[in-house]
């Protein structure tokens, strides 16, 4: 079974703080994803990396960075957190072909206050 | 650009009745779609998915959607709803360019009346 692995489910951080989210697979997939998922918004793509240290912007970049310095790794970061950023955060990954599907991992309710 | 445009982000059905989910597409090239569901507290996982092969699709737990070029649609349907169906569906159209970057509709929370 593909297993995709998030650091915490739940998180709590104030403004300014610098977060750190990580994601693991563990199925070898060449592709990784960061989406934020808010109500009425559906899912959006905020980075996604098609290699090691490989990085596209998404959608909604902004005041977001990625790493991906390990093939099964790649973490999102929030350089200075701020209330607006207040969200579930999920993470997916799939095998480079157009028609295969994302895993993805159980997600990470992130609070800043 | 590609996108998915699902109608009704709120569906009530009675236990044991059909379910029908709307999806409509916009794509420049044949498009490659999916439908995913979240249940709650959880990530999302894959239903179906249509790759070309063929226009009905069956999916899990008693999921079916039908492919309809002339309507670019991707309707999601199963005749006989339970509690357990409870949950938020997406639907999510994938661009072409080997990226496999995917672009996912607000999704329909699905409630089931017993």
Same mark, same amino acid.
């Given at each position: ?7 915490? *489910? ?6 300014? !703080? ?11 997939? !060449? ?24 990085? %596209?912007?998404?959608?909604?970049? !902004? ?5 991906? %310095?390990?093939? %099964?790794? =790649?973490? @999102?970061? @929030? %350089? ?23 895993? =993805?991992?159980?997600?990470? *309710?992130?609070?800043?206050? | 650009? $590609? ?30 779609? +999916? ?17 070309? /092969?063929?226009?009905?699709? #069956?999916?899990?737990?008693? +999921?079916? /959607?039908?492919? #309809?070029?002339?309507? &670019?649609? +991707?309707?999601? &349907? ?11 569906? +997406? ?8 990226? $496999? #970057?995917? &672009?996912?509709?607000?999704? &329909? #929370? ?5």
């Amino acid at each position: 079974d593909v297993k995709v692995t998030q650091s915490s *489910r739940y998180l709590v951080k104030r403004t300014g !703080e610098k977060v750190f989210l990580e994601c693991v697979q563990d199925m070898d997939h !060449e592709n990784m994803f960061w989406y934020r998922q808010d109500p009425g918004l559906g899912l959006r793509l905020i980075y996604f990396s098609y290699d090691v240290k490989m990085k %596209e912007k998404g959608d909604i970049p !902004e005041g977001y960075s990625v790493s991906r %310095e390990k093939k %099964e790794r =790649f973490s @999102l970061i @929030l %350089e200075s957190a701020s209330t607006n950023q207040t969200s579930m955060y999920l993470c997916a990954s799939c095998v480079r072909s157009s028609y295969n599907e994302q895993f =993805f991992g159980p997600g990470t *309710r992130l609070t800043v206050l | 650009a $590609q996108s998915v445009t699902q109608l009704g982000s709120h569906v009530s059905v009675s236990e044991g009745a059909l379910v029908l989910l709307r999806c409509n597409y916009s794509s420049s090239v044949p498009p490659y779609l +999916f439908w995913y569901v979240q249940y709650p507290n959880q990530g999302l996982q894959l239903l179906l998915k249509y790759t070309s /092969a063929a226009t009905l699709v #069956k999916g899990i737990n008693g +999921f079916e /959607a039908e492919f #309809k070029k002339s309507e &670019t649609s +991707f309707h999601l &349907t199963k005749p006989s709803a339970h509690m357990s169906d409870a949950a938020e569906y +997406f639907c999510a159209v994938n661009h072409s360019g080997g990226y $496999q #970057k995917v &672009t996912f509709g607000i999704g &329909t #929370k699905l409630q089931v009346i017993p």
